[in-house]
């Protein structure tokens, strides 16, 4: 799907692999690596990258951090910490579309062109899918309206077939 001049798409693929400027890694407020989507980009951008985030001293849930991608094909690594889901009501939809927000801030002030975005915060977090992928769609679209030409490519990067088909229902149904 294209927006402007933004291609989107949804992808069941490795996010380790993506050949994009940047990934975002689902962290963890230590930066230190984790399990799941962290976990892998770790694992495959190698012990550069656990030694750089050390450097960072952290991240609050809702903001993000960028470090070099090391061993990956992407350049860069935009970790964001999303929200744990506590049944809706502590905030946790504006935290997770502030991850997305200041994930794309990054990728703006480095004058990147392409990113990837795993499904955050829907694994060990507990955010529902079909809530997080409204939300990720809905912030996305709304950084491309206030940044139009900004971006090339948006990816959502799904780890299996059902993420991957709730993350296009929302991304049709909001920008379709």
């Known amino acids: 799907m294209i927006i402007g001049n933004t291609r989107w798409d949804v992808l069941t693929a490795d996010i380790t692999r993506c050949t994009v400027e940047a990934i975002v890694n689902a962290a963890n407020s230590s930066l230190l690596g984790g399990g799941g989507v962290d976990g892998a980009i770790h ?73 990837a975005f795993p499904a955050i915060s829907t694994g060990i977090y507990g955010f529902p899918k079909d809530q997080a992928s409204l939300v990720a769609a809905s912030a996305v679209r709304d950084e491309l309206a206030a940044f139009p030409n900004s971006f090339d490519l948006i990816l959502f990067i799904c780890f299996d077939e059902d993420s991957a088909d709730i993350y296009s229902r929302a991304v049709e149904e909001l920008l379709g």
Do not use: K, Q
């Not at 656990?50 to 609050?60: I, M, V, Y």
């Not at 905030?91 to 502030?98: I, K, T, V």
């Open 43 to 115: 694992r495959a951008a190698g012990p550069e990258l656990l030694a750089e985030c050390r450097s960072l001293g952290g991240c609050p849930t809702g903001e993000a951090r960028m470090t070099r991608g090391y061993n990956l094909p992407a350049a860069h690594v935009i970790h964001t910490v999303g929200p744990i889901w506590r049944g809706g009501g502590a905030g946790e939809h504006d935290l997770l579309a502030n991850c997305y927000r200041s994930s794309l801030g990054l990728v703006r002030d480095h004058a990147l062109r392409s990113i």
